[in-house]
């Protein structure tokens, strides 16, 4: 499935995540992620240990998410 947003493109960023160790943590930093501007859908494993972040380019950064995932207590692989 596509998303169409008005000329602005969408990326998929996946980011490491250190620390999780149940499903209370994932919905931690899935609950940070999705608070966060230009996101649009946000999948967190905790098998994986990573965030997958699907987000609006021109109005998200990755850098945003990174603090936001760090600020909930966790650490960026």
Known sequence: MEHQHMGNS?????????GMTCMGCVSSVKTVLER??????????LEGAQATVEHQTASSRIEDFKCAIEEA?????
């Open 73 to 77: 207590g966790f650490d960026i692989s």
């Open 10 to 18: 969408v990326t998929t960023t996946i980011i490491p995540v250190k």
């Open 36 to 45: 966060l501007p230009g996101v649009i859908k946000v999948t967190v494993t």
